[in-house]
């Protein structure tokens, strides 16, 4: 499934950009900054509970041609200090890996709505100290959870408001 295909679709065109508008954690927003190109959009996301409480963070999804056999390309616009997301955005989320040796991975059956939860996800639940993508930042979070607090509140006011 290609979004956004044929002549300037509207969003609520594509029935699964529908969908995923429809069924947002309360913690997302999605912006789709040219309606005409439903496969780029923007996601922000406002955690409520947790270390990251109060920041808003900035993802960019692209929706590649070979969607829905291939995951979309994400990447988090926000610096942030986060044990699976690296100060240059990259995310390590298994659901947007093409072949995972958990079987967690992507699948034709995977939807944008799970991207989002998923990386809505990532705050609260999905947010792993054991899997690390940022080392650094899982150790510090292992040596001192204190200053890894006030580590990710700095990051919060600098970057994320």
Known sequence: MVLGAGPASPVSGCPEVAELEANLPCTCKVHFPDPNKLHCFQLTVTPDEGYYQGGKFQFETEVPDAYNMVPPKVKC???IW???ITETGEICLSLLREHSIDGTGWAPTR?????VWGLNSL???LLNFDDPLNIEAAEHHLRDKEDFRSKVEDYIKRFAR
């Open 82 to 84: 986060h044990p699976n």
């Open 123 to 125: 705050f609260t639940d």
């Open 111 to 115: 939807t944008l709505k799970d991207v």
């Open 77 to 79: 616009l926000t610096r």
